[in-house]
């Protein structure tokens, strides 16, 4: 996987399994035109005006508003969060991502995506149900021209037999030579390969995360994905479309032959996913938190891959999951007496042809109860002067929180800043912060940042190994609370 998530993931899941890894790219394989994959999308970002540069995913085509993609390309930050949607866009029509705009590509950003509610992004490892549904602005895509057509979906239940012929399309990595200055190629490639029973597939990942039910393998000699083909399709000779890039192994096309593992989309659960009512805004509570008034369920908005608007139906619980209403199509609820304390939220479900979603609201603050009945008064009994007790040290066991604010390399030289923060106790305050440099080949580096302003901390990298590289932060505060996870984030050294 080229995401940054994906280098994430080969981290945590090294003490799994030394052989189980992270990132497709195509290895092997050869240059096709657009019109080979019309269903082909790059996933960039927003603010890279070049294709070429800003692309780090791929995607499919669904209609003119759906792209379906690997969830884990929504956090190509590896902070465990998704990024938002409208700060990535989605080409199309381009076979040469480093060719003029113009039809017949198309780039349009993304309003709105979501990871499958299976798929764990906070984990940043490989995992089940490696899926996400991007809906565009609207209008979307034209789909009128061969460059830009849907994909064809395989059914649920309509599993691959292993040694099936496939095809993988994408613009990631065509190399893993280190000495190669430029493993990422302009024009899409291809290549053929063949599925892999999952017996077979399990045995080159022993304790890893490879799970039968939702992924599926495929590998050829010498061929393979690799980073930067995350989310892109692997599809019958046919065209039908029965996986998404998900993660493989360290080498991509691996010498002992361990299979690239790809998302099984005709798996039941994920078939549905794909296909349902996505949520574009979430239905907003509103009315007074107060026993007897009223609330009300303002219903959110859908993309739909069906005909028409989907029906609405609502429900209503505590933000803990207590139920308090079930399924109606009545946007209302009346709060009583018993709901004093509680916190609500609504939850609409939108069903169509394509299937049936749910979106929920944010919480109500908590309902205010009726007002309590008055005391009977009396002289109270003086109560006893309390003993004082001696203060106590206050105590510090938050750990410090890292993000990356920019890692700038030029020349083998690179300059990362980033910042900590540390909401402990008022004995709280940073200690250390490390930052390490991984390249793909040459020495790791550590050195201590220096602080240059409030919480901001930078170190700086020379002769770095040109190519790319990853940068992990470690920060320890003065208490001795050490960061709970090491931020990570990946460049490359020109």
Known sequence: MACLVVAAALV?????????????????????????????????????????YGQFCGGVIVDARRIITAAHCLDANGDGLADPGITRDVVAGMTDLTSSAGLPAQRVQIEAWAAMP????????????????????????DLSGPEVQPAALVGAGELTPSGTSVSVSGWGATTTDPNNPNPYPDVLQAVVIKTVSDPDCASYFPGGPFDPATMLCAIAPGKDSCSGDSGGPLNLLDGTLIGLVSWGPQECAAADGSPGVYTELAEPSIAAFIRAPQSIAAPVLTGTAKSGAQLTCQPGSWASIAAGSPSIDFS?????????????????????????????VCTERARDASGEATSTSAASAAVVGPPAPAAVTSTPTPAPTPTPKPATKP???????????????????????????????????????????????????????????AGIYQARFSRVARGSAWFTVATRDIAGNRSAQPAIRHARVR
């Open 316 to 344: 209503f619980a505590t933000s803990e999951g207590v139920a308090l209403r079930d399924w109606s199509p009545d946007a209302t609820y009346t709060l009583s007496d018993a709901d004093a304390g509680r916190h609500v």
């Open 118 to 141: 299976g798929f764990d992004l906070a984990s940043n490892a490989p995992g089940p149900h490696d899926a996400a549904v991007a809906t565009l602005e609207a209008p979307g895509l």
């Open 395 to 453: 105590v510090d066991n938050v750990a410090p929180r890292t993000t990356f604010i920019s890692i700038r390399c030029r020349a083998r030289r690179c300059v990362v800043r980033v910042r900590v923060a540390d909401r402990g106790t008022p004995v709280s305050g940073v200690k250390t912060v490390r930052i390490t440099a991984l390249p793909t080949r040459g020495a790791v580096r550590t050195v201590t940042a220096r602080r240059i302003a």
């Open 12 to 52: 945590a899941a090294s003490s799994a399994s030394a052989s189980a890894a992270v990132s497709p790219r195509i290895i092997g394989g050869e240059a096709i035109p657009i019109t080979d994959a019309p269903w082909q999308v790059a996933i960039v970002k927003h603010s890279t005006a070049s294709a070429y």
